[in-house]
C-alpha cells in the first residue's frame, strides 16, 4: 500500500510541475471537429486523486474512476449517465458544448468550440463562474501528453476564494485538473487537490 501510495505522490508531483510545459511527444493533436468529452456506454477514465495540505504536503492519494453507464433518451435528445464517482449526472454534447446536470435540466458546463474568454455560469454554483483560459495547453499525465482546453472555474464563497482549473481533451475528455483556496489569508491561493488521467477507454 505504501509503494502504491508513493507512486501516484510522484506521478501527481510530476504533473503538476509539468502543466502547460510543451513536450515533444503529443498524444492527442487538437481536431477541427468533433466532440469535447466522447460519450457512449462503456467509456471510462481512470484518474489519479491526490490532496495536498497547505504546506504542500501530500494527504492522501487514491485512484477513481468516471464511467459512462449508459444512454437514455429525455426530451427526444440522447443523454448519457455518468458516474464521476459515487454521484451519477445526465450529460450530453451540444452543438455549444458539454452539458452536464443532476436531473432532466442540464446546463452547459464547457463551451466547445470556444475562444478564450468565454464564460458559463452554473445556477447551482452561483458564486462561481467558468471561464476558457486556454484553447491550446499541453498537459502531461502518466497516460501520456494531451492538448487541452483549460476551463477555470473561479469564485469566492464565505470570504474564500477557489479556483478550479480543469482540463479536457477534445475527442478525449477528462485528463485532469488542479483546485486551489485561499485560507486565513484571501490573497494566496494553495494546492489543495490534483486529478491526473492514468487509463481511459473509449468506443
Known amino acids: 500500500m505504501n509503494r502504491i501510495f508513493t507512486s501516484l505522490a510522484?506521478?501527481?508531483?510530476?504533473?503538476?510541475?509539468?502543466?502547460?510545459?510543451?513536450?515533444?511527444?503529443?498524444?492527442?493533436?487538437?481536431?477541427?471537429?468533433?466532440?469535447?468529452?466522447?460519450?457512449?456506454?462503456?467509456?471510462?477514465?481512470?484518474?489519479?486523486?491526490?490532496?495536498w495540505d497547505p504546506s504542500g504536503a501530500i494527504i492522501s492519494a487514491k485512484i477513481d474512476t468516471n464511467a459512462v453507464l449508459r444512454d437514455t433518451m429525455i426530451a427526444g435528445?440522447?443523454?448519457?449517465?455518468?458516474?464521476e464517482p459515487h454521484v451519477e449526472y445526465i450529460a450530453t454534447n451540444r452543438t455549444d458544448g458539454y452539458w452536464h446536470g443532476r436531473g432532466p435540466v442540464l446546463e452547459l458546463l464547457y463551451k466547445f468550440p470556444a475562444n478564450i474568454g468565454d464564460s458559463a455560469q452554473s445556477a447551482e454554483y452561483y458564486y462561481m463562474t467558468t471561464r476558457v483560459a486556454s484553447t491550446d495547453s499541453t498537459v502531461l499525465t502518466p497516460s501520456g501528453s494531451y492538448r487541452c482546453?483549460?476551463?477555470?472555474?473561479?469564485?469566492?464563497?464565505?470570504?474564500?476564494?477557489?479556483?478550479?482549473?480543469q482540463y479536457?481533451?477534445?475527442?478525449?475528455?477528462?485528463?485532469?485538473?488542479?483546485?486551489?483556496?485561499?485560507y486565513s489569508d484571501t490573497t494566496m491561493l494553495h494546492l489543495t487537490t490534483t486529478t491526473r488521467l492514468l487509463a481511459y477507454q473509449l468506443h
Open 168 to 182: 479536457i481533451a477534445p475527442n478525449h475528455g477528462f485528463i485532469g485538473s488542479d483546485s486551489y483556496r485561499s
Open 77 to 83: 435528445e440522447t443523454r448519457y449517465v455518468l458516474r
Open 10 to 51: 510522484i506521478l501527481a508531483m510530476a504533473s503538476v510541475l509539468s502543466c502547460d510545459r510543451h513536450n515533444s511527444t503529443i498524444t492527442s493533436p487538437l481536431p477541427s471537429l468533433g466532440v469535447l468529452v466522447p460519450l457512449a456506454p462503456g467509456n471510462t477514465w481512470v484518474l489519479a486523486d491526490t490532496l
Open 149 to 165: 482546453y483549460v476551463y477555470r472555474t473561479a469564485g469566492s464563497l464565505a470570504g474564500y476564494r477557489y479556483v478550479w482549473n
